[in-house]
């Protein structure tokens, strides 16, 4: 059975940082590329960032510079640095395939405050 838990969130000032994961079970995760994606209260589930299974990455405009998109294939885990944090980061962070082909984890709540 496919699962994806996503860890690591929590509430952080204005221009700090966190580093959020995810571990993946139930499938060949170093086969996948992999992504993150957001989730404002009330608004639409967002990219964030993507890497793929060689390792390229590609940035949503609005975190290019300050988050960090990594995985480890031994650790069947895909992490996401956010630096520079901004009250605007705010969101209820995901990951999945690069296609958002798996059934979504439960997320983890990432809170920036002014």
């Known amino acids: 059975q496919v699962q994806l838990v996503e860890s690591g969130g929590g509430l952080v000032q204005a221009g700090g940082s966190l580093r959020v994961s995810c571990v993946v079970s139930?499938?060949?995760?170093?086969?996948?590329?992999m992504g993150w994606y957001r989730q404002a209260p009330g608004k639409q589930r967002d990219f964030v960032a993507s890497i793929t299974n060689r390792g390229m990455t590609n940035y949503a405009h609005s975190v290019k510079g300050r988050f960090t998109i990594s995985r480890d294939n031994s650790k069947n885990t895909v992490y996401l640095q956010m630096n520079s944090l901004k009250p605007e980061d705010t969101a209820v962070y995901y990951c999945?395939?690069?296609?958002?082909?798996?059934?979504w984890g439960q997320g983890t709540q990432v809170t920036v405050s002014s």
């Open positions: 999945n395939t690069d296609t958002r082909s798996m059934n």
């Open positions: 139930g499938w060949i995760f170093s086969i996948y590329n």
